[in-house]
T-cell receptor
Framework: EPEVTQTPSHQVTQMGQEVILRCVPI?????FYWYRQILGQKVEFLVS????????KSEIFDDQFSVERPDGSNFTLKIRSTKLEDSAMYFC????????????FGEGSRLTVL | AQKVTQAQTEISVVEKEDVTLDCVYE???????LFWYKQPPSGELVFLIR??????QNEISGRYSWNFQKSTSSFNFTITASQVVDSAVYFC????????????FGKGTKLSVKP
């Protein structure tokens, strides 16, 4: 069964360092998302991406965040200068249909900022 | 504001009990979709069901059933004869964004099923 894969599963970094989280969405999907979940809290939308551009972003997704689909298969989330409050589980998701099909989530990348 | 409320923070039941998880949403959109996701202790998000705003037919799938009431903006989820493996956090997640598919997650209800 096709699935969304994310790497790394866990990354520990120092405050101020750049981090790149990688995702491989399901191959024929067209819509891509990043969500995050701070430990014990709800899942929060960060950004959606379609047709090689951001289609929507939340207030959380400020200038230190960026997304890219560099090669037609990977979908990356970059945090330029990490802060302690960026520590969270980051979920990538993809969706294939044009009209509100379910999102398929990866298993998440846990980011710990020290 | 468009939002979703899961008033139950935690529920604890004994195995084989039935349990209903509540979800109330708020929107001015006429077309929207409603989802339930499950997050077991392992952390992944597992899709359970999708409903669109035009389909108020309730559904039963094995031990799971859903009750969508557009008049009260509720989309409740019931597990019949709960099992320990049902222990998880359950999220109600409307999609108000139409084709963009941006889900707004509720705060989740943590269900603990004890043997």
């Amino acid at each position: 069964e096709p699935e969304v894969t994310q790497t790394p599963s866990h990354q520990v970094t120092q405050m101020g360092q750049e981090v790149i989280l990688r995702c491989v969405p399901i191959s024929n999907h067209l819509y891509f998302y990043w969500y995050r979940q701070i430990l014990g809290q709800k899942v929060e939308f960060l950004v959606s991406f379609y047709n090689n551009e951001i289609s929507e972003k939340s207030e959380i997704f400020d200038d230190q965040f960026s997304v890219e689909r560099p090669d037609g298969s990977n979908f990356t989330l970059k945090i330029r200068s990490t802060k302690l409050e960026d520590s969270a589980m980051y979920f990538c998701a993809s969706r294939g249909t044009a009209f509100a099909g379910e999102l398929f989530f990866g298993e998440g990348s846990r980011l710990t900022v020290l | 504001a468009q939002k979703v409320t899961q008033a139950q923070t935690e529920i604890s039941v004994v195995e084989k009990e039935d349990v209903t998880l509540d979800c109330v949403y708020e929107t001015r959109d006429t077309t929207y979709y409603l989802f339930w996701y499950k997050q077991p202790p392992s952390g992944e998000l597992v899709f359970l069901i999708r409903r669109n705003s035009f389909d108020e037919q309730n559904e039963i799938s094995g031990r799971y059933s859903w009750n969508f009431q557009k008049s009260t903006s509720s989309f409740n989820f019931t597990i019949t004869a709960s099992q320990v493996v049902d222990s998880a956090v359950y999220f109600c997640a409307p999609n108000y964004g139409g084709s963009q598919g941006n889900l707004i997650f509720g705060k989740g209800t943590k269900l603990s099923v004890k043997p």
